[in-house]
Nanobody, 116 residues
Framework: VQLQASGGGLVQPGGSLRLSCAAS????????MGWYRQAPGKQRELVAT???????NYADSVKGRFTISRDNAKNTVYLQMNGLKPEDTAVYYC???????????WGQGTQVTVSS
């Protein structure tokens, strides 16, 4: 399975961005899809996950600001990011797997920079 992420960029604090990630095929290994991020000098961390049945999970730091969703017909997961903060600056990675607790496929990453 290949994951192609897009939608990153530079945005001012308080702004919004929408990330997209399309999976190359509809297989059991995209039952769970999600977004992780890695800031410079920090470990990769969970942002949000969603299952094929639309069960969602968010990191506490993004609750109320970010919304994850998916279009199963398009094998695509989205991350709508509102109220962006400088601390959201990171490379965002799309991921997928059978279970949200064990992602096995990763996209190439897309840079999100929040700065004035």
């Amino acid at each position: 399975v290949q994951l192609q992420a897009s939608g990153g960029g530079l945005v001012q604090p308080g702004g919004s961005l929408r990330l997209s990630c399309a999976a190359s095929e509809n297989v059991f290994e995209i039952n769970a899809m999600g977004w992780y991020r890695q800031a410079p000098g920090k470990q990769r961390e969970l942002v949000a996950t969603v299952t094929r049945g639309n069960s969602v999970n968010y990191a506490d730091s993004v609750k109320g600001r970010f919304t994850i969703s998916r279009d199963n017909a398009k094998n695509t997961v989205y991350l709508q990011m509102n109220g962006l903060k400088p601390e959201d600056t990171a490379v965002y990675y799309c991921s997928s797997g059978v279970f949200t607790s064990k992602m096995v496929y990763w996209g190439q990453g897309t840079q999100v920079t929040v700065s004035s």
